[in-house]
């Protein structure tokens, strides 16, 4: 199973930016979704951003669309997840996913049987 290992993260305040990493053990397949979810304390954990490496579509949870941008690097079996203006409803611990191949189940963690261990995001006010 391939390994995934995120890093990046850390604290900022509200309306600052982070970039995370991802990179992934070995080749995930263009045709398989890499993507970002978060947990926030006590929620479920919830799809933020995905990416298949056709054609580099990208697709984004309603509350960070147009702030977030995911990216990805074939080439180097890596994703980012590039997070502006943050909010302090952003913090949670971040995780890079894949395994999904599509695109209804590119946000659904049950679809992705890779995992990181998760990268902390903390915003403070």
């Known amino acids: 199973q391939v390994q995934l290992a995120e890093s990046g993260g850390g604290s900022v305040q509200a309306g600052g930016s982070l970039s995370l990493s991802c990179k992934a053990s070995a080749d995930i397949g263009r045709n398989v979704y890499m993507a970002w979810f978060r947990q926030r304390p006590g929620k479920e954990r919830e799809g933020v951003a995905a990416t298949a490496g056709l054609r580099g579509s990208a697709y984004y949870a309603s509350s960070v669309r147009g702030r977030f941008t995911i990216s990805r690097d074939n080439a180097r079996n890596m994703v980012y997840l590039s997070m502006k203006d943050l909010k302090p409803e952003d913090t949670a611990t971040y995780y890079c996913?894949?395994?999904?191949?599509?695109?209804?189940?590119?946000?659904?963690?049950?679809?992705?049987?890779?995992w990181g261990q998760g990268t902390q995001v903390t915003v403070s006010s």
């Open positions: 996913a894949a395994g999904a191949t599509a695109r209804n189940g590119a946000l659904d963690a049950r679809r992705h049987g890779s």
